[in-house]
């Protein structure tokens, strides 16, 4: 800064410095520069932000958190930010943050208790607003640990919300897709196409994502006349869809079977496993996954899936977390789209 006299000074801007600047009382420029949730002229915003770039004001976000308990920003925990599942999920919740006027921060569990933990005490430090525990949860993996330092972030203010389960112990909220509905929807609709063998590839027995769409999409063929062959776990990736589906064929895979990948990634490693074993995609052995992400409609032949709204998932769950009044909803439904990879046998 530079004072009255033009000499210059390294003291960092105040926010008296700023309002005084733009000609505002301290009280608008406190609304224009902390978050405030009332509304401020247009006008008056304009200056007060002018001001403070001119100045380099910068808000003190410690100081901030201390008073009013939390601070302006948000955690979004997923386990694998590669994966585009989570990606849309965190494309959604980033904006909605924004909207909010929060910070969003991302951190990678990789599905493991330690690590969840290990994360959520560091964040405590910073009183988040909320924390949007994302990844999908084993049975079992509720820990006390983990619950004590939830219940920690609440007492500082912050807002906990998970994705289907809650963590017992936590007063939490909670927001969800419906697998299990929109999984017996897409077994329905195959077998409605003439499909009658099926084998799923899933994830290893226990995650609760993976387990709900296997017992969905099972319950839904088996209804409709269909029989399930096998079930061959390993991991929500396309690696494991590559190498699950390579396994069946060296195990012998009948023409016309259908092939369910519980994500559209497993399947699409799945799709490329057939074409390595000289089969062919949709003609000889049919895929479908679940999720509908971007890539799933260029590839050849498209994939059959199950569309999830993975972005207004993200939207929801900031909604759940700055939300005074919040109720959990129903999970949202999901929408079959049938592509080329199922055709009618």
């Given at each position: 800064?530079?004072?009255?006299?033009g000499?210059?000074?390294?003291?960092?801007?105040?926010?008296?410095?700023?309002?005084?600047?733009?000609?505002?009382?301290?009280?608008?420029?406190?609304?224009v520069?902390?978050?405030?949730?009332?509304?401020?002229?247009?006008?008056?915003r304009?200056?007060?932000?002018?001001?403070?770039?001119?100045?380099?004001?910068?808000?003190?976000?410690?100081?901030?958190?201390?008073?009013?308990?939390?601070?302006?920003?948000?955690?979004?925990?997923?386990?694998?930010?590669?994966?585009?599942?989570?990606?849309?999920?965190?494309a959604?919740?980033?904006?909605?943050?924004?909207?909010?006027?929060?910070v969003?921060?991302?951190?990678?569990?990789?599905?493991?208790?330690?690590?969840?933990?290990?994360?959520?005490?560091?964040?405590?430090?910073?009183?988040?607003?909320?924390?949007?525990l994302?990844?999908?949860?084993?049975?079992?993996?509720?820990?006390?640990?983990?619950?004590?330092?939830?219940?920690?972030?609440?007492?500082?203010g912050?807002?906990?919300?998970?994705?289907?389960?809650?963590?017992?112990?936590?007063?939490?909220?909670?927001?969800?897709?419906?697998?299990?509905?929109?999984?017996?929807?897409?077994a329905?609709?195959?077998?409605?196409?003439?499909?009658?063998d099926?084998?799923?590839?899933?994830?290893?027995?226990?995650?609760?994502?993976s387990?709900?769409?296997?017992?969905?999409?099972?319950?839904?063929?088996?209804?409709?006349?269909?029989?399930?062959?096998?079930?061959?776990?390993?991991?929500?990736?396309r690696?494991?869809?590559?190498?699950?589906?390579?396994?069946?064929?060296?195990?012998?895979?009948?023409?016309?079977?259908?092939?369910?990948?519980?994500?559209d990634?497993?399947?699409?490693?799945?799709?490329?496993?057939?074409?390595?074993?000289?089969?062919?995609?949709?003609?000889?052995?049919?895929?479908?996954?679940?999720?509908?992400?971007?890539?799933?409609?260029?590839?050849?032949?498209?994939?059959?899936?199950?569309?999830?709204?993975?972005?207004?998932?993200?939207?929801?769950?900031?909604?759940?977390?700055?939300?005074?009044?919040?109720?959990?909803?129903?999970?949202?439904?999901?929408?079959?789209?049938?592509?080329?990879?199922?055709?009618?046998?």
């Amino acid at each position: 800064m530079t004072t009255a006299s033009g000499t210059a000074t390294s003291r960092a801007a105040t926010l008296h410095d700023v309002a005084q600047e733009a000609g505002v009382s301290l009280a608008t420029a406190s609304r224009v520069l902390n978050g405030s949730t009332r509304r401020v002229a247009d006008a008056y915003r304009e200056r007060v932000e002018a001001a403070a770039a001119k100045l380099g004001y910068a808000a003190n976000l410690s100081a901030q958190a201390t008073a009013r308990g939390t601070s302006a920003t948000l955690a979004l925990l997923v386990a694998d930010i590669a994966d585009p599942y989570f990606s849309q999920v965190a494309a959604g919740a980033a904006r909605a943050a924004d909207d909010e006027g929060l910070v969003m921060t991302i951190g990678l569990t990789e599905r493991a208790p330690e690590r969840e933990i290990q994360l959520v005490r560091a964040l405590r430090g910073q009183r988040p607003r909320g924390i949007v525990l994302a990844a999908s949860r084993a049975e079992g993996a509720h820990t006390p640990a983990l619950a004590e330092t939830l219940r920690a972030v609440q007492a500082t203010g912050g807002r906990i919300v998970t994705f289907g389960e809650r963590e017992e112990g936590v007063d939490s909220r909670t927001v969800a897709i419906d697998n299990l509905g929109g999984t017996r929807m897409l077994a329905a609709e195959l077998a409605a196409r003439g499909y009658r063998d099926a084998l799923i590839l899933a994830a290893a027995p226990g995650l609760v994502t993976s387990d709900d769409r296997v017992d969905g999409f099972t319950a839904g063929f088996a209804a409709a006349g269909g029989r399930i062959g096998r079930v061959l776990r390993g991991s929500l990736s396309r690696d494991s869809g590559y190498d699950l589906m390579r396994e069946a064929l060296a195990e012998g895979v009948e023409p016309g079977t259908l092939v369910f990948g519980l994500t559209d990634v497993i399947a699409f490693g799945a799709m490329s496993a057939v074409r390595d074993a000289g089969r062919s995609v949709g003609s000889d052995i049919a895929v479908a996954g679940f999720g509908d992400i971007a890539a799933g409609r260029d590839i050849v032949p498209a994939l059959t899936t199950v569309r999830a709204p993975l972005d207004r998932l993200g939207q929801l769950a900031v909604r759940a977390v700055v939300d005074d009044d919040w109720t959990d909803p129903d999970p949202l439904p999901l929408e079959v789209i049938v592509r080329e990879s199922t055709p009618a046998r």
